[in-house]
């Protein structure tokens, strides 16, 4: 049995409702392809993403700014309170082999650049438009990529 693809999907605490929709197609899409969904255990895209895979059975994983577990969303299977604020950004991104950005705003950036800097893929979805994030304009295609061996 090989080991499941850890997938994070980041994107802002404060999404639109577009943001969440997309999110939770793509929680749920990677959810279906037996990936794992990693995160910042906040709300918006985050939550989003979290609901769809939880939806489709999948596992989420939660890694929170705070030292509080009750301040993680409702879709975790697992939440990990950190106590790094937004430090917990560089662990989001090491915690997982793709990348899949919603949206964003700086936070979110930040994992883009650290995600880039490893030579972690990026995936992103009405986000920035640089060289190295491969933009999609679907959440099914954006899921598609991510567990689509990089060659």
């Not at 793509?26 to 709300?43: E, F, K, P, T």
């Not at 790094?84 to 979110?108: D, F, H, Q």
């Amino acid at each position: 049995m090989a080991a499941p693809l850890y997938v994070a999907v980041v994107g802002p605490g404060e999404a639109t409702g577009e943001q969440v929709e997309i999110a939770e197609a793509v929680g749920r899409g990677l959810a279906q392809s037996d990936a794992i969904v990693v995160c910042g255990g906040l709300g918006g895209v985050m939550e989003a993403a979290c609901r769809g895979a939880r939806d489709a059975g999948g596992i989420t994983v939660g890694l929170l700014p705070g030292a509080d577990r009750t301040d993680a969303n409702p879709h975790l299977t697992i939440s990990i309170p950190t106590g790094m604020g937004e430090l917990r950004n560089g662990l989001v991104v090491r915690s997982a082999e793709v990348v899949i950005v919603v949206g964003g705003g700086y936070g979110t950036l930040s994992e883009v650049a650290l995600a880039l800097k490893a030579g972690i893929r990026v995936i992103g979805l009405a986000t920035w438009s640089f060289d190295a994030i491969e933009s999609v304009d679907s959440a099914s295609h954006a899921v598609q990529l991510a567990v689509r061996p990089h060659t």
